[in-house]
T-cell receptor, first 115, second 112 residues
Framework: GAGVSQSPRYKVAKRGRDVALRCDSISGHVTLYWYRQTLGQGSEVLTYSQSDAQRDKSGRPSGRFSAERPERSVSTLKIQRTEQGDSAVYLC?????????????FGPGTRLTVL | GNSVTQMEGPVTLSEEAFLTINCTYTATGYPSLFWYVQYPGEGLQLLLKATKADDKGSNKGFEATYRKETTSFHLEKGSVQVSDSAVYFCALIKAAGNKLTFGGGTRVLVKP
């Protein structure tokens, strides 16, 4: 079956512009994460959201980063007023909701370069 | 806070050589530990995991043992192949949380 997909795979943005990155998670997965990966410095979680038929809990980071979940298996990470330090690979991951230790399935990432 | 430290790469090996990638962690309580692998052009894939002290995770010839006394989770493989060339990430999840904390990644290049 289809795994987690992300688009675009590569994005170049001028400093100060807004960007939007898309993630299509695995159908049926409840929790969706966005990570920022910088090789050599590890990865940090930016936000996560849990959704089921009754509610949608979104972890919204403060500042310029926000995530929306227009559909249960779709998330959009928005970065406002991009800075050069935002250049990184942005990874999306999803998992089922049964346990915190359930495997997270990752997409291939979007490499963002801010000029 | 939680943190994961792993050896910097790149690590360059010949085929059939022994591979070790060191990983140590800092966390309160009893985290679960993971190794993820990222092949060129692909997303992160779970390689193996261990959820409690002295557990050994294994997959595809790779092994790692959860050592609480040394807060380590070193990855080993006895005989690497060219297809093992990838970036390897050590990670943890705290008992009460659900967000992975990753190390910086170690790039491994296996030459024929």
């Amino acid at each position: 079956g289809a795994g987690v997909s992300q688009s675009p795979r590569y994005k170049v943005a001028k400093r100060g512009r807004d960007v939007a990155l898309r993630c299509d998670s695995i159908s049926g997965h409840v929790t969706l994460y966005w990570y920022r990966q910088t090789l050599g410095q590890g990865s940090e979680v930016l936000t996560y959201s849990q959704s089921d038929a009754q509610r949608d809990k979104s972890g919204r980071p403060s500042g310029r980063f926000s995530a929306e979940r227009p559909e249960r298996s779709v998330s959009t990470l928005k970065i406002q007023r991009t800075e050069q330090g935002d250049s990184a690979v942005y990874l999306c991951a999803s998992r089922t909701g049964d346990s915190s230790y359930n495997e997270q399935f990752f997409g291939p990432g979007t490499r963002l370069t801010v000029l | 806070g939680n943190s994961v430290t792993q050896m910097e790469g790149p690590v360059t090996l010949s085929e059939e050589a022994f591979l070790t990638i060191n990983c140590t962690y800092t966390a309160t309580g009893y985290p679960s530990l993971f190794w993820y692998v990222q092949y060129p052009g692909e997303g992160l894939q779970l390689l193996l995991k261990a959820t409690k002290a002295d557990d050994k995770g294994s997959n595809k010839g790779f092994e790692a043992t959860y050592r609480k006394e040394t807060t380590s989770f070193h990855l080993e493989k006895g005989s690497v192949q060219v297809s093992d060339s990838a970036v390897y990430f050590c990670a943890l999840i705290k008992a009460a949380g659900n967000k992975l904390t990753f190390g910086g990644g170690t790039r491994v290049l296996v030459k024929p």
